[in-house]
């Protein structure tokens, strides 16, 4: 079983920064990829960005150019780091591991509010 931990989110201010934590532990085997998603009240869960095992990485158009993925050697914490945060950005952010055997883990989530 994989756990994913996630940290760091909080009130921030617009314009402000923030960086988020994904920790995994447990039976980790085969990454295929790690993402983060944010799912605001009354919408619906979307992607926010993502990072291959290659490295290789995408974003949502609404975030490119502020945002940036990544994680550490050992593959097992991701990070994504939130700059020029607007109130649209504001809500729970999760992150997800999928496998190569078609494995899907999710966080708990963390809040993310920025303030006009």
């Known amino acids: 079983q994989v756990q994913l931990v996630e940290s760091g989110g909080g009130l921030v201010q617009a314009g402000g920064s923030l960086r988020l934590s994904c920790a995994a532990s447990g039976r980790i085997f085969s990454i295929n990829d790690m993402g983060w998603h944010r799912q605001a009240p009354g919408k619906q869960r979307e992607l926010v960005a993502r990072i291959f095992s290659d490295g290789s990485t995408n974003y949502a158009d609404s975030v490119k150019g502020r945002f940036t993925i990544s994680r550490d050697n050992a593959k097992t914490t991701m990070y994504l780091q939130m700059s020029s945060l607007k109130p649209e950005d504001t809500g729970v952010y999760y992150c997800?591991?999928?496998?190569?055997?078609?494995?899907?883990?999710w966080g708990q989530g963390t809040q993310v509010t920025v303030s006009s």
């Open positions: 997800s591991m999928n496998t190569v055997l078609l494995l899907n883990y």
